[in-house]
């Protein structure tokens, strides 16, 4: 039986080999095909509806995920740590008609499915799938993703855009059914799907799902010999770095060799420091390929195999067309920085029902970045985005207006502005600077623990400063240099 989706067609052809290994256990190709066609059978759904996925990474996300495809529904994954308030947004946002949760998280799909009147189906549950009508153009995958203004948007991949991204990644980066890596990151976004879990399933390849990031678990995996491929973002690299340095010598030097004979380590989903590329080197004897990706894309512009440069993000992945242009949407020549325009077979099919925003998002066939980038003898470097109320922090992309928002909603906050401030560890930390209302002081660990109920914790500014007016200019409008100038 053949289905709608190329990479269900290529897992299930894997069969005996070894694909996720779990806290849980070890699962082969057929092992979770069978589990993911009987748990289509149990979904009490239509074709086209949307699915939330609230599982454990590993066994129980990837069934989930292949039961989707296999009942003909767009996947919707759900990050288990995120508040209720967030997780309420999504299901709300994408209209899911079922929660597939893992046992681990029946409470919280409980209480969010209750919420939303919508049934949970618990990753276990067998029936029978009823076969639907192959389209590669059906929408497959919802990811949720932060943009300039208001709450996040759904970006829709179809079938046909994940195997791009899979089959460039593939290409240029050497995948091979013997490598096997470590997934650290959140499935919520495409680089711990699709990057880290979806493609060494698609090639055959195990993946390891430890069930999150933990540093001394990692460098004890990189060291056992066994692991050939890892990817993360640069936060994690920083992390790593820092485990290392609080271990004692001879726990470094087996850290270290082990480390060094990974086939490959990649690094992205933000800017990665030189510094940190650096100290890797030496800790490793690894120069991390970095590449540049984005949600509504996946994977754009990679450095290569054979050619690392600190410091850019090489050539378009295999595929993918690019161009740089200036503020009349005119092509900029090599040398002068410009916005960021993608085409290609991976792009995304739109923002779920925002069809302006979708219009917004494109010129002429070619996806706008907003980031800025400027092409160079070495390759193409990122100077950074063109929106300063975008942030990424620990490879998190946030809206400041968002947080602005959110905050604004409490009585004792007459008015705040939120900014990124720059930071070694976290590429941008964030920081707001608030009016109390009536002047009366405010508590920032308060403001926090609040915050953390309302937002992901990427989004929560960790930095506050009190103020009795924000920095504005002549029209009116609140100048963010001079607010991250509050903060020293
Ligand atoms: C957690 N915290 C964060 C944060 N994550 N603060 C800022 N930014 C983040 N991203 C907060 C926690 O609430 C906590 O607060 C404190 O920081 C430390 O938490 P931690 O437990 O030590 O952090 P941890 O949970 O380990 O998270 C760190 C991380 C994580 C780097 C592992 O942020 C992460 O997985 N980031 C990857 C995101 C990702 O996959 N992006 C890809 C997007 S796709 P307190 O108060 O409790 O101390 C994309 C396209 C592409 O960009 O190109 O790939
Ligand atoms: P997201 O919307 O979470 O997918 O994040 C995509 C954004 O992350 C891009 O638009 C870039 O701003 C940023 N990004 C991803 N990779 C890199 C990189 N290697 N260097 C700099 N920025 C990056």
Not at 312 to 336: I, Q
Request: aromatic letters at 6%; hydrophobic letters at 45%.
């Amino acid at each position: 039986m053949t289905t709608t989706s190329p990479l269900v067609d290529r897992i299930r052809r894997h069969g005996d080999r070894l694909a996720i290994v779990d806290p849980a256990g070890a699962w082969t190709f057929g092992a979770i095909d069978a589990a993911a066609v009987a748990l289509a059978g149990a979904l009490p759904v239509e074709h086209g509806d949307r699915v939330a996925i609230l599982a454990t990474p590993g066994h129980d996300f990837v069934v989930a995920l292949l039961a989707c495809w296999h009942a003909g529904t767009i996947a919707v994954p759900l990050h288990p740590p995120h508040p209720d308030a967030e997780l309420a947004y999504v299901l709300a946002d994408s209209g899911a008609a079922a929660v597939i949760a893992s046992p681990a998280h029946q409470d919280a799909a409980a209480r969010l499915a209750a919420g939303a009147g919508i049934p949970v189906v618990d990753v276990t549950q067998r029936g029978v799938v009823h076969r639907f009508s192959p389209g590669l153009d059906r929408p497959a995958l919802m990811v949720y993703t932060s943009g300039t203004t208001g709450r996040p948007k759904g970006a829709v991949h179809t079938h046909r855009s994940l195997a791009g991204m899979v089959d460039g990644m593939v290409a240029a980066w050497g995948w091979t059914p013997d490598d096997r890596t470590v997934l650290v990151l959140p499935l919520n976004h495409v680089h711990g799907l699709v990057n880290v879990t979806l493609t060494p399933l698609a090639i055959g390849a195990c993946c390891e799902a430890p069930g999150g990031f933990d540093p001394v678990h990692v460098w004890e995996r990189l060291a056992s010999g066994e692991v050939t491929v890892f990817m993360a973002v640069p936060t994690v690299y920083a992390r790593l770095t820092a485990a290392w340095e609080a271990a004692d010598p001879e726990t470094r030097g087996r850290w270290s060799r082990g480390a060094a004979g990974l086939r490959l380590m990649v690094s992205g989903s933000a800017a990665l420091p030189v510094s940190t590329l650096d100290r890797w080197r030496e800790l490793t004897g690894h120069t991390l390929l970095e590449r540049y990706g984005m949600t509504e894309l996946g994977m754009v512009l990679s450095n290569t195999l054979d050619r690392r440069v600190p410091g850019h993000v090489g050539e378009p992945m295999p595929g993918v067309e690019v161009r740089l242009v200036d503020d009349t949407g005119a092509d900029v020549p090599d040398g002068t920085p410009g916005e960021l325009l993608v085409r290609g077979p991976q792009v995304f099919a739109g923002y779920w029902q925002r069809p302006e925003a979708t219009a917004e998002a494109f010129v002429d066939g070619w996806f706008r970045t907003g980031d800025v980038g400027v092409r160079e003898p070495e390759g193409y470097r990122l100077l950074g985005r063109s929106s300063v109320d975008i942030i990424k922090t620990g490879g998190e992309k946030v809206s400041a207006l968002e947080i602005e928002e959110v905050y604004r909603t409490r009585p004792d906050v007459a008015d705040c502005a939120v900014v990124g401030l720059p930071d070694e560890e976290w590429g941008q930390r964030v920081a707001i600077a608030v009016v109390p209302a009536g002047g009366a002081p405010l508590d920032a660990d308060e403001l926090r623990a609040w915050g953390k109920q309302q937002l992901a914790a990427a989004k929560v500014p960790t930095r506050y400063v009190f103020v009795d007016a924000l920095p504005r200019n002549t029209l009116g409008k609140v100048t963010k240099p001079d607010v991250v100038a509050l903060f020293g």
